[in-house]
């Protein structure tokens, strides 16, 4: 089953942290990169912060176009920042690898996804 | 674990300091109070958990912290008969986002006290906003902790005689006050940004907080072009920061920078930023010289970049801020679009006024050699040299000295 981890966390502390602790979620995810890369395709996505995003309300009136609005607005509190999604054999072996990328500054919610088409490739 | 909780302490630091500063109505009892209240985070958080909400938490203790110390001022002060009113605990735990975001925005402007020169304005937002130590301020503007803790006493007094309101500002003061913190906001970067020697690392500190202060800014007023546009700026700028010095500390000129060293997510999000900033119709300085560097960033090589709306970006810039420097970035372009006798006939009106400005000389010196004319590139080049460079641009200078003499000689 593909299953989603996503990463929940407080906007810019990661930014904040110390170059020590930086350095030691960076190699997390390192971690967690070379070990999916092992076994088969992943995805994995950050997000930008909030502030680079702008959102599609639906139109106010039938025939209207969709009002475009900045934001979301920011929180201080908790937001999504990324996430991975790879083939896992079940819930147990997801967590495994979730674990790597555990930090006292991130939640972790592991969900079953599944593929609803289209194909990335990128580099870097 | 003390080190991860930091990182959450200093990201609510402003908005948290702003909202004690007005309930408190004083800076210090702020402060005190807030360090208070992450002591206590220390502890209970490391017990029970973070919580959801780190900042609601930290302003309720902060209060209750806060209140304690007013109480005992106050009946010390009883006991010299004069009145000191407690504030009231207010009902709701996280006040108003609006009302935070004109209060970070006081917090700030306090820092840009007009009589402060512009250098204890970044201090100082360093120190209350950013929550430096003072030895790390120090540092960065390359003084003594002992002078800079001083500069920071002497300004605090400074801005304590001329107390900033606490009323909800009039749209006109609002506007006011958000257009004089992004300049302050700028000009703490371009200070980082300013090479002065081999301790550029620590400069990068000023770097890293304007950026912060700008995604601040950016965040709270989240409609603004201007702040949009100042935050892409700086992230443009900032992309660069590992490929502008070797590793002898010595500095590279854009064009010849190893464009797979700049960063490449902060430029994908700097061009966000832009193109949300255009999308609002906005058109400012900021936004200018953010089109500018775009220009640079997604130019593959050095060869392949778009002079010429580089230079019609500069022509625009100029027509908003016609300065004698603006019109010497505007004949830079103009050089590369047009070549460099050109740009010497173009440069020849700005000559008194920018008699002393380093980098008039560094160019023209830069346009004579290219033009072949290497006893007066020799002449500008040594100009430049009295005029105080940093120490990369004196070896910079140096170098292009030497090979102007190397191409006479052949001659």
Known sequence: MMYAIAIYGEPGVFETLSEDKKKEVLAGHAALQEALAERGEFLSIKLMPTS????LEPPAATGQAPLIVDGPFAETKEGFLGFYAAEFADLKEALRFAEMISSPIARLEIRPIAWAGGVISTEG | MSEWLEATFTNNRPRALAALTRYFRDIDVAEEAFSEACLKALTEWQDKGAPRDPLAWL?????????????KRQRRQTLLKTNFAVPEMPQENLPDPDEVRDDVLRLLFICCHPALPRQDQIALALRIVGGLSVA??????????KAMEQRLTRAKKKIATNPVPFETPSLHERSKRLAEVSLMVYLMFNEGWSTSNSVTQMKLTLCEEAI????????LFSGMGEQMALLSLLLFQHARR??????S???????????SLWDASAISEALALLQKSERLGHSGPYRIQAAIAAEHALAKTADATNWRSIEAHYAALFAMQPTPVVRLNLIAAMAKTRGPVHALQQMTPLADELAGYRWYHTMRGGLLEQSGDFDAAITAL???????PTEPERVAINEKISLCKKNIAML
Do not use: M
Not at chain 2, 249 to 259: P, W
């Open chain 2, 59 to 71: 302003l309720t203790a902060a209060r209750n912290a806060g209140l304690d110390r007013v109480r």
């Open chain 2, 136 to 145: 790390e301020i120090a540092r960065a503007f390359l003084i003594g902790p």
């Open chain 2, 382 to 388: 040594k100009i430049a040299l009295t005029l105080g």
């Open chain 1, 52 to 55: 680079t995003a702008v959102t």
């Open chain 2, 242 to 247: 590992d490929a502008r010095q070797d590793s």
């Open chain 2, 249 to 259: 500390g010595r500095l590279v000129a854009l064009e010849d920078q190893d464009r």
């Open chain 2, 212 to 219: 912060r202060l700008a995604r601040l800014l950016a965040d």
